[in-house]
């Protein structure tokens, strides 16, 4: 069965630093890959997907993240962290096993210290 | 709609109680998803809608868990009998028709359920 893993609950990093946020999954074809955001007080959002092509895919807000099938992962990625960063990330793959249902992962907590 | 809008945004109930919750998604799009959010976890999956398919309910909890989509819109989620366990934020997205995996899902604002 499909699955998405974060493996970290939450992230803190300084204003200005960088962002890596991992993301694994398993799914045994050529998935299809979601980041979204949660801010604060409102639904979430979609930074960046992958379908296939170039796997450095760039996102909104200055997000990119990198497909590499050799690890199973896709993680996310931000050169410079801004406090308006912080929010909770969620993974997601899309099964097309029973009508391409997005199985999303239990999300990883950013948050920013000055 | 701009985008998918629920209703209410909050409701509180006591234990034992039926209740309904509405999503409106944008119009056009024929698939609508229901996730259901509880405080510190990720999104839980509950059913999917697309077009006039028979929904897929695998992620449903319990058999006090329906939701139904009238003309291929709007989606009602119902929760028979409410548990304090049932409190959580539900939350409904949409896309277009997910033919090719493309399917980019706009959320809603969610409704905050309690359940005292």
């Known amino acids: 069965a499909q699955s998405v893993t974060q493996p970290d609950i939450h992230i803190t990093v300084s204003e200005g630093a960088s962002l890596e946020l991992r993301c694994n999954y398993s799914?045994?074809?050529?998935?299809?890959l979601f980041w979204y955001v949660q801010s604060p007080g409102q639904g979430l959002q979609l930074l960046l997907k992958?379908?296939?092509?170039?796997?450095l895919v760039q996102g909104i807000k200055g997000f990119e993240a990198e497909f590499k099938r050799s690890q199973s992962s896709f993680n996310l990625r931000k050169p410079s962290v801004h406090w308006s960063d912080a929010a909770e990330y969620f993974c997601?793959?899309?099964?097309?096993?029973?009508?391409?249902?997005?199985?999303f992962g239990a999300g990883t907590r950013l948050f920013v210290k000055a | 709609g701009a985008g998918v809008s629920q209703s209410p945004s909050n409701k509180v109930t006591e234990k034992g109680k039926d209740v309904e919750l509405r999503c409106d998604p944008i119009?056009?799009?024929?698939?609508l998803y229901w996730y259901r959010q509880s405080l510190g976890q990720g999104l839980e999956f509950l059913i999917y809608?697309?077009?006039?398919?028979?929904?897929?309910k695998s992620g449903l909890p319990s058999d006090r868990f329906s939701a139904e989509r009238t003309g291929g819109s709007v989606s009602t989620l119902t929760i028979q009998r409410t548990q304090q366990e049932d409190s959580a934020v539900y939350l409904c997205?949409?896309?277009?028709?997910?033919?090719?995996?493309?399917?980019?899902?706009?959320f809603g604002p969610g409704t905050r359920l309690t359940v005292l």
């Open positions: 997205a949409s896309s277009l028709a997910p033919t090719s995996g493309n399917n980019e899902q706009f």
């Open positions: 799914y045994g074809a050529t998935p299809y």
């Open positions: 992958y379908f296939s092509g170039d796997t």
């Open positions: 997601a793959v899309v099964s097309n096993t029973g009508g391409f249902k997005t199985i």
């Open positions: 119009s056009g799009h024929t698939a």
């Open positions: 809608f697309q077009g006039n398919s028979a929904p897929d």
